[in-house]
């Protein structure tokens, strides 16, 4: 028998017999993980795999046609007995020697004895020396006969080891093997089994951490098998592999500084950088420092690319360019789409593409809900991209030499992240900035080196030219900082401090409506501004009837209610069907499985709001897409209603127009009124017209003395809020506001209230 000895290092489990340290055999268990342990595994799981046995999960109990043939070879006797053991060792398992049926069965022998010590009977004993006879036949017959070799068997086991399984390994052990058990969950259920750690001891290196997500002897296998194909799918080789930034000392722009050939002396690597800034270590100074390294780099003719925030997709003729087809496998799609690298001319830079190429592609393959057709879009931004930006890049290149790829703004989306990951693979220096904290860049990276400040500055554009290079002074700064104090989250806005809106529809009594009517959006109940949206509570009312029959005061409430930025409508309908629209004819063009399509309308000839803020024409088109997702209007999306209201919204009035481009959101909003005084409905356009400007932010009250539905036949649902406040008024002129005179009851309102209070 051997016993067991304890590891100089992990590389003795190779080691022969003769040639070990201390003549013995190991059996640990691996609790903890890095990459040491990584190659230890592949290494073990390659020498089991050839002299030895894997186990993944755990050693199933012998079934009824295991038992059957054993009982029909061997029979069902069983004594506790050394010598009873020995002999049906020799019988079942004729090619060990009497050395190994000696080693085994005295191993046996010791565990039945101290079961049965431990107060197994009988019946027990006979259970698990047929179990271990199973197990030694069909799970380990082909090692048996190796046993206490000079090379000695290896057997890998993953999983949570049972009482019995750790009993019959420690047989195993004993009688001459090595064995490792992989537990991803850490020593707690063996040492259940094993308290003492009596059969097994445990592997303790520094720098262990835990197994990564999905670690398995199967994802094992699977790297390994693509690492084989990745060499062929390789071809050949570069002469240099990437020291990705380990030869960095932490000061970036200084690290960048280097030359290539004073960043490390290995000949076999070429040292690049995947670096990330994020914020600004100093406002006023970043944007000169990135010019003055841009200048240095470019001095010392380092070949450079400049991105601004995106990496524009690649266009049509990018994209026809590459040559493709249909793929079943992803080998197949590697080898085939190699053939965009023959533009290459430069037979010492082509390897360096083609592995970063191989890698990338396989690793996106790896991802969870990757598919082939996925893969294959991806495949064709990389090469587009590469072509690109490949002269600016490699054009002369020589290694050791070392680009850089400077990309403002941070990742927008996993393709660029890929690119991005794809050019650290080659002798470039990726550089990603993100000044602007507001600004988050999605690339992530094992290898990812990263310096933070807490200080945002946004910059529109990275300084490559002395020229257009605005830079903020102290001052500039410091304006900055106040406006920051102030504005947010102060109650304090600026003007058009914030870009997009969402209303809030206010129930209110009808007298409220005086009070908030005049009131800025941010003193009205429930504004509030939360991730740059403004919340902006509007009113949206029908009043109905004249209260208490009095026309005259009747029209002196509506008169209070009118000022420079109030549309006062009284003759409907105010769109009549089939008015001339010169926007109503491209309709078609301009939606898309009922989406709008913001690009198309922008850059139509006849868009009319290209004037208006950039902001204010999303704001716009927001709205527009609001009011078709919600499908208020009857017929949208079933009898081309949509396309209605596409032409209605973008052939608005210029008055409308104005009020709609200086309207702040935090501040007073617009008002439409309508007055119906008689029989007269409004029109689907005109419904079109007020739902839209309700949306968009606008008052919009309705003052019909009739009680007649005016509208409500155009609508899908009737989400206004109704005031009756009078008796039904028929046939009523409406009055030049202008020419009535002003009351003044400015507390009659008030008093009205707290009169309903009596």
Sequence with gaps: MLRQVPLVQLDDYFSELSRRQQKGVYFYRINGYNEQIHDFIAKYHEAARK???????????????????????????????????NERLHKWLPRMSTAQCDNVSGSIFDVLTNLKRAGKNDNMLKNVYVKFMCWLYYKFERIVHKLGDNELPKILFEGEVTNYEILFFN????????????????????????????????????????????????????????????????????????????????????????????????SRFFYNSLCRMNGVEDKVSYVNELYYLYNELRSGNRRMAVVNHTIDPPTPDEISAISRKNYEKTDQLILDMAVNFRSITDRELLPYIRRAFVDTILEESHKPMSNINKLTNKAVYLLCWLNRYRGKLFSGWKPPEVSVFFYLGGCRNENEAMFCRFLAKMPVD??????????????????????????????????????????????????????????????????????????????????????????????RPNFSTSNGMVNM????????????????????????????????????????????????????????????????????????????????????LDKMQELLDRRLIKGTFQNGMEYNII??????????IRMIQKFDFTKKNPKLIFIVTREDL?????????????????????????????????????????????????????????????????????????KRGN
């Excluded at 499985?593 to 913001?598: A, E, H, V, W, Y």
């Design 430 to 523: 990726v550089v990603i900035l993100a000044p602007d904290l507001n600004q988050k860049c999605c690339l992530t990276d094992k290898l990812l080196f990263e310096v933070n400040y807490n200080e945002s500055l946004a910059v529109d554009k990275f300084p490559d030219q002395q020229q257009g290079i605005k830079i903020g002074t102290a001052a500039f700064q410091a304006e900055r900082e106040l406006d920051k104090i102030m504005y947010q989250d102060s109650g304090m806005y600026r003007d058009q401090q914030y870009e997009k809106a969402e209303v809030i529809t206010l129930q209110t009594m009808y007298e409220e409506i005086f009070i908030l009517w005049d009131q800025e959006m941010k003193y």
């Design 682 to 754: 409004l029109s689907v356009e005109d419904t079109i017209f007020f739902s839209f400007l309700s949306l968009v932010g606008f008052d919009v009250i309705f003052f019909v003395p009739t009680g007649y539905q005016c509208f409500e036949q155009n609508l899908t649902q009737n989400t206004i809020e109704v005031h009756e406040i009078g008796e039904y008024k028929y046939d009523l002129g409406v009055p030049n506001f202008n020419a009535l005179p002003q009351v003044n009851n400015r507390h009659s309102i008030w008093r009205e209230i707290f």
């Design 51 to 85: 002299n030895g046995v894997i186990i993944e999960g755990r050693l199933n109990n012998p079934d009824n046609n295991n038992l059957a043939y054993y009982g029909e070879i061997m029979g069902m006797d069983f004594m506790l007995d050394r010598r009873f053991i």
């Design 171 to 266: 047989v195993l052990s004993i009688a001459g093997c090595d064995i490792v058990l992989l537990q991803y969950n850490g020593d707690a259920a063996y040492l259940k089994v094993d308290p003492t750690s009596s059969m097994s001891k445990d592997l303790k290196l520094p720098g262990l951490g835990s197994f990564p997500q999905g670690f398995s002897l199967k994802s094992l296998r699977q790297e390994m098998l693509d690492n084989v194909n990745k060499q062929r799918l390789y071809g050949e080789m570069p002469k240099l592999l990437p020291c990705t930034n380990a030869w960095m000392e932490g000061k970036l722009f200084e690290d960048l500084r280097k030359p290539a050939g004073k960043r490390g002396t290995d």
């Design 537 to 620: 509570p509007v009113i949206f009312s029908k009043v109905v009837g004249v209260k208490n029959g009095d026309v005259n005061a009747y029209w002196q409430s509506i008169k209070k209610l009118i000022n420079p930025d109030t549309i006062v409508i009284s003759n409907v309908p105010l769109i009549r069907p089939g008015s001339p629209n010169p926007m109503k004819q491209h309709a078609t063009q301009f939606l898309r499985n009922g989406k709008l399509q913001r690009n198309k309308i922008k850059e139509h000839k006849d868009y009319p709001y290209k004037i208006l803020r950039e902001s204010m024409q999303e704001h716009i």
């Design 647 to 656: 032409g209605t919204i973008l052939n608005l009035d210029k008055r409308t």
